[in-house]
């Protein structure tokens, strides 16, 4: 079983050395390929909406299509069919805009997450939904939380082996979840945005919490005193994939497990 670890959307700040792109994670499944966020979607280079726009003035961001997720698993040789499935951490425009690119596929998210973009915006930060970016889904799995466990976070079983689950974290978004998924060694954590790159973050934890939730001084915790985690987040500094990757020309890492 492998886990690919894709860049799919590189956001650098302007005036400091915060340099990352966004992880999405591309599992093989007994279903198929399932991929855990998409970064930007092609319509977003090609006709970039106002919220696109306004991140590319205050972001330094390469805006290379090349990024898009649809091509970087044409990159490792896939084919954007063999995607089935697409697990959401979230809905804001950097994490589901690449959802038109693979019409095909199921979509599993939290439902307070899927809810709170269709009712919204309502909050500052979910004006990052775009409606565009679901128009072209066909079919949703939406879940709630029935009271188990995966260690002693909430979690949701998803229906995947590897064994696989959503860990709703909430506080950076209404639904905003982990992905934990079992690999040989032990487990992959993703926390999508309710954490950071634990390696190289230097942000205090206040910061952290103002924008990300309040999950993450618990989850760091949880990663170093379980040596059988990998803990990543969504925006992973880009020394990560260069460590990461297995194959640097074609712009994408993979991990074996
Ligand atoms: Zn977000």
Same mark, same amino acid.
């Given at each position: 079983m492998t886990i690919h670890l894709l860049n799919? +959307?590189?956001c650098n700040a302007r005036f400091n050395d915060w340099k990352t792109g966004l992880l999405c994670l591309l599992v093989e499944t007994n279903q198929g390929l399932a991929l855990v966020d998409t970064g930007?979607?092609?319509d977003d280079y090609s006709d970039p909406t106002w919220f696109t726009r306004f991140f590319r003035?205050?972001?330094?961001?390469? +805006?290379? %299509?090349q990024e898009a997720a649809v091509n970087r698993i044409?990159?490792?040789?896939?084919?954007?069919?063999d995607v089935r499935h697409i697990i959401l951490t979230h809905m804001h425009f950097d994490h589901c805009g690449g959802l038109p690119d693979f019409p095909w596929a199921t979509v599993h998210v939290h439902r307070r997450e899927y809810q709170a973009f269709v009712h919204g915006p309502h909050l500052f930060n979910e004006l990052a939904y775009? %409606?565009?970016?679901?128009?072209?889904?066909?079919?949703w799995a939406l879940y709630d939380h029935t009271g188990e466990k995966w260690y002693d976070f909430d979690a949701i079983r998803l229906p995947f082996e590897p064994e696989t689950w959503l860990l709703p974290l909430p506080g950076h978004t209404r639904g905003q979840s982990g992905v934990a998924?079992?690999?040989s060694t032990g487990w992959h954590l993703h926390v999508g945005d309710a954490g950071v790159d634990i390696?190289?973050?230097q942000a205090p934890d206040w910061v952290i919490r103002a924008g990300l939730g309040p999950h993450w001084p618990r989850l760091r915790t949880f990663a170093q005193t379980h040596p059988e985690i990998i803990l990543t987040a969504s925006h992973m500094f880009l020394e990560f994939f260069a460590k990461n990757a297995s194959a640097p020309e074609e712009r994408s890492s993979q991990r074996e497990l």
């Open positions: 799919c +959307f590189t930007l979607g092609l003035v205050i972001m330094e961001m390469p +805006f290379d %299509p044409r990159q490792l040789g896939y084919q954007p069919e775009v %409606p565009r970016h679901i128009a072209r889904v066909k079919e998924i079992k690999t390696e190289h973050n």
